[in-house]
């Protein structure tokens, strides 16, 4: 009876494991984004829902990134960049070692720490790979750009990795590549997952690439806050949010971008190839991404980088996505059943009163996108300037607090 309990176990943690661990992800040249920089983008699902930002000076480069609350130590990064506009991600992959009866070591977020300490170009990082020999006891994709123009992908399994460029037009003819939970040269199968996800992303951002509108701004809030399913057609907030106020509307919510375990969206952004590394930054929504904000973060700021990104000792995890996941009740209130998880209330995200989170929280998003960029552009024709970012932390830190005690009574 013991063994049938375990093994009861360790079935339901491995099939929870599996369907929590589901990122969506994207490498994006600079030849193709609007503002001629490289990007990477990561929609973070996991069981680990509770993020923080942290700022690391424990390296051969200083990087920022995002980190589990519970990991007070910062052993693991799961995507950020470094001081010299070298930035990594990655997405758990699941066909690229199966059968072959090797124990995998899960130390991704470590590689992705290292990574960010110690190197500054795709040349660096292909020669960390190498160290791992062979097997890797790894299985993902590593998604990475450097301040010198590169950008790609790399399919990590136990026999070793295959570069796919996002430079290279026979291998991404529109300048971006996207990885789910699957590999590219894995089997393909049941074992796998992220296909509906992928042709999602694949059809919003050939649409940002021919309008020349691929920039942060379109990334968190028209891919990971959408609700469009590229396989049935349909998008929820179109369907289900016309309704008014408190007229809870629930949907069968499977393979859309977000997910009940997404716990952050961060958008890396490197810099361009003659372009000052001062520049690399993240814009960071930490927390459950349809409730959360998008908050702009520079590497070469240190550690002044808005508190409520920050672990908050009394709440053992960062404001911002501690109110986020408060709000996230809100999309999920059923209580009993197995599957209630499966079904999100839209009313509550979209209505035609305009009171749905999403739609409370875009206007002030709005403002820190517009006066971000604008601060951006005015750094481009000066220099990097650490007082006016510090200056602009203050009032980001006020503004967003603001928001969230006026909009939905949180105190941050």
């Not at 629930?250 to 961060?266: A, E, K, M, Q, V």
Request: hydrophobic share 35%; glycine share 8%; proline share 3%.
């Amino acid at each position: 009876m013991r063994k049938l309990k375990l093994f009861a176990f360790l079935l339901i943690f491995i099939s929870a494991t599996y369907i929590a661990n589901a990122c969506t992800t994207a490498v994006i040249s600079g030849k193709y984004t609007k503002s001629g920089r490289p990007m990477l983008w990561k929609n973070r699902d996991t069981w680990a829902i509770n993020n923080i930002i942290r700022y690391f000076e424990d390296g051969k480069y200083n990087y920022v990134g995002l980190v589990n609350s519970k990991d007070l130590k910062g052993k693991s990064v799961w995507i950020g960049i470094n001081s010299v506009g070298f930035g990594i991600m990655n997405s758990a992959s699941y066909n690229l070692n199966i059968g072959d009866g090797i124990e995998q070591t899960g130390y991704e977020g470590r590689i992705m720490k290292q990574a960010l300490q110690q190197c500054k170009t795709l040349a660096d990082f292909e020669a960390v790979l190498d160290s791992l020999g062979v097997p890797s006891r790894l299985e993902a994709n590593f998604g990475v750009i450097d301040a010198e123009g590169g950008a790609a992908y790399y399919e990590l399994g136990n026999k070793g990795y295959v570069k796919f460029d996002a430079n290279d037009p026979k291998v991404a003819p529109f300048g971006y590549l996207i990885r789910a939970n699957y590999s590219y040269t894995g089997s393909f199968g049941k074992e796998s997952s992220g296909y509906i996800r992928h042709n999602t992303v694949s059809e919003l951002f050939y649409n940002a690439v021919s309008t020349n509108t691929m920039d942060a701004q379109f990334i968190q809030q028209k891919v990971a806050r959408t609700l469009y399913h590229s396989l049935i057609k349909e998008d929820l907030f179109e369907k289900y949010g016309n309704k008014p106020e408190n007229t809870p509307t629930f949907s069968h919510f499977g393979d859309y971008i977000p997910r009940t375990g997404s716990s952050s969206s961060l958008v890396v952004q490197g810099v361009m190839k003659d372009e000052s590394p001062d520049h690399a930054m993240l814009w960071a929504t930490v927390g459950f991404p349809l409730c959360s904000i998008d908050i702009p973060v520079w590497v070469k700021a240190k550690g002044d980088f808005p508190s409520i990104l920050k672990y908050n000792e009394d709440l053992k995890d960062s404001p911002i996505c501690n109110a986020a996941l408060t709000l996230k009740k809100q999309c999920f209130p059923i209580r009993w059943g197995k599957f209630e998880r499966k079904y999100i209330n839209i009313n509550a995200l979209h209505n035609s009163d305009k009171t749905g989170i999403v739609q409370k929280i875009k206007p002030y998003e709005d403002v820190i996108f517009k006066k971000t960029f604008s601060l951006i552009d005015k750094m481009q024709e000066t220099k990097f300037s650490k007082s006016k970012i510090e200056e602009y932390n203050k009032w980001l830190n006020s503004y967003i607090k603001d928001t969230f005690n006026k909009e939905f009574c949180l105190k941050l």
